[in-house]
């Protein structure tokens, strides 16, 4: 079976600094992975997606992140981030050629002025 | 595009009733949808898989008659929770999957969410 870890359940940073949010996974067979965003009372965006090819990753709102498969993560970062990043951060994955998404237990990311 | 809505947004009900929260694909034509449940500040749990037409797969442990599933349509799914208790009390999100294109593997949109309140 499939997991996905975040090793942050909470991540306070300060508003223009760098920021990166730690995802793990576990699987025998290849998955996609997917980073989600969610602001209070509302659904899911996706923020961005790796199926294959280049390992680095651009995603909406100037985040990226960088799939590693020896250490198995899939860690999202952005370089500078504003207030209006503060939000719950999911890190998904999926099995290849399955629909079923699996989550991790989310970063609450907070910027700080 | 892919747009999913909610509705309600937001539900009070009595402990013993039933609340019907429906799942709206508005822009595309959605095969599959998914319900999830959310406590607060924690993770989304699967509950079922819904394709239009067939009978919804339940995950392990979530009672299928308690959450009935509906996907009657290939733009609506609606869940229903019959006999709500306080224990039921969460947000409900739903997602669903568009057609399949080549780069949109496994990729699902989320509606906004329901939030239920039994009292």
């Known amino acids: 079976a499939q997991s996905v870890t975040q090793l942050d359940s909470q991540v306070p940073v300060f508003e223009e600094a760098p920021v990166e949010l730690r995802c793990n996974y576990s699987?025998?067979?290849?998955?996609?992975l997917f980073w989600y965003v969610q602001y209070p009372n509302q659904g899911l965006q996706l923020l961005l997606k790796?199926?294959?090819?280049?390992?680095l990753v651009k995603g909406i709102n100037g985040f990226e992140a960088e799939f590693n498969k020896s250490q198995t993560s899939f860690h999202l970062r952005k370089p500078s981030v504003h207030i209006s990043d503060t939000a719950e951060y999911f890190c998904?994955?999926?099995?290849?050629?399955?629909?079923?998404?699996?989550f991790g237990q989310g970063t609450r990311l907070t910027i700080n002025p | 595009g892919a747009v999913v809505s909610q509705h309600p947004s937001w539900v009070i009900c009595k402990s013993g009733t039933s609340v019907k929260i429906e799942c709206r694909s508005l822009?595309?034509?959605?095969?599959?949808m998914f319900w999830y449940r959310q406590f607060p500040k924690q993770s989304l749990m699967l509950m079922a898989t819904?394709?239009?037409?067939?009978?919804?797969?339940?995950e392990q442990g979530v009672e299928k008659d308690k959450f009935l599933i509906n996907h009657a349509s290939l733009t609506l799914s609606t869940l229903t929770v019959t006999s709500a208790h306080p224990e039921d009390s969460s947000f409900y999100i739903c997602?669903?999957?568009?057609?399949?294109?080549?780069?949109?593997?496994?990729?699902?949109?989320f509606g906004p969410g329901t939030r239920l309140t039994v009292t």
């Open positions: 997602s669903a999957s568009p057609p399949y294109i080549l780069g949109t593997e496994s990729e699902q949109y």
């Open positions: 699987s025998s067979v290849s998955v996609y």
């Open positions: 790796y199926l294959s090819g280049s390992t």
């Open positions: 998904a994955a999926s099995i290849q050629g399955a629909q079923k998404l699996v």
């Open positions: 822009d595309f034509q959605a095969t599959t």
């Open positions: 819904s394709n239009e037409g067939s009978k919804a797969t339940y």
